[in-house]
Protein backbone atom coordinates (compact mmCIF):
# COMPACT_ATOMS: atom_id res chain seq x y z
CA UNK A 1 0.00 0.00 0.00
CA UNK A 2 1.29 3.63 -0.63
CA UNK A 3 0.34 6.56 1.41
CA UNK A 4 -2.63 7.69 -0.40
CA UNK A 5 -4.27 3.91 -1.15
CA UNK A 6 -7.72 3.41 -0.98
CA UNK A 7 -7.08 1.17 2.11
CA UNK A 8 -5.28 3.92 4.03
CA UNK A 9 -7.98 6.61 3.21
CA UNK A 10 -10.61 3.65 4.65
CA UNK A 11 -8.23 3.48 7.79
CA UNK A 12 -8.16 7.19 7.85
CA UNK A 13 -11.72 7.41 8.02
CA UNK A 14 -12.37 4.96 10.62
CA UNK A 15 -9.79 6.27 12.54
CA UNK A 16 -11.26 9.79 12.66
CA UNK A 17 -14.55 8.25 13.48
CA UNK A 18 -13.01 6.71 16.32
CA UNK A 19 -11.14 9.59 17.87
CA UNK A 20 -14.77 11.25 18.55
CA UNK A 21 -17.47 9.51 20.85
CA UNK A 22 -19.48 7.16 18.32
CA UNK A 23 -22.46 5.63 19.02
CA UNK A 24 -22.34 2.23 19.00
CA UNK A 25 -23.33 1.99 15.69
CA UNK A 26 -20.52 4.46 14.70
CA UNK A 27 -17.91 1.97 16.52
CA UNK A 28 -18.63 -0.75 14.82
CA UNK A 29 -18.61 0.65 11.46
CA UNK A 30 -15.44 1.72 12.12
CA UNK A 31 -14.10 -1.42 13.14
CA UNK A 32 -15.16 -2.82 10.32
CA UNK A 33 -13.84 -0.57 8.27
CA UNK A 34 -10.07 -1.09 9.82
CA UNK A 35 -10.63 -4.66 9.91
CA UNK A 36 -10.94 -4.36 6.38
CA UNK A 37 -8.46 -1.94 5.69
CA UNK A 38 -5.57 -4.64 7.63
CA UNK A 39 -6.41 -7.01 5.18
CA UNK A 40 -7.12 -5.18 2.16
CA UNK A 41 -5.23 -7.37 -0.30
CA UNK A 42 -7.02 -10.70 1.06
CA UNK A 43 -10.31 -8.54 0.30
CA UNK A 44 -12.48 -9.34 -3.42
CA UNK A 45 -12.24 -5.83 -5.51
CA UNK A 46 -16.04 -5.54 -4.73
CA UNK A 47 -15.71 -5.73 -0.84
CA UNK A 48 -13.09 -3.22 -1.49
CA UNK A 49 -15.33 -0.77 -3.62
CA UNK A 50 -18.02 -1.17 -0.89
CA UNK A 51 -15.49 -0.21 2.01
CA UNK A 52 -14.34 2.76 0.12
CA UNK A 53 -18.01 3.66 -0.64
CA UNK A 54 -18.73 3.69 3.01
CA UNK A 55 -15.94 5.46 4.18
CA UNK A 56 -16.84 8.24 1.15
CA UNK A 57 -20.37 8.52 2.80
CA UNK A 58 -18.92 8.58 6.53
CA UNK A 59 -17.17 11.72 4.80
CA UNK A 60 -19.83 13.32 3.84
CA UNK A 61 -21.69 13.14 7.30
CA UNK A 62 -18.97 14.19 9.24
CA UNK A 63 -19.17 17.69 10.75
Known amino acids: MNEN ?3 D ?3 LVAGNLLAGAPA ?3 RAT ?3 LQSLAD ?3 Q ?3 TVRKRAVAVAS ?3 RGMP
Do not use: Y
Open 9 to 11: FVR
Open 30 to 32: AEL
Open 5 to 7: SPA
Open 57 to 59: ALV
Open 43 to 45: QPA
Open 39 to 41: SWE
Open 24 to 26: LQE
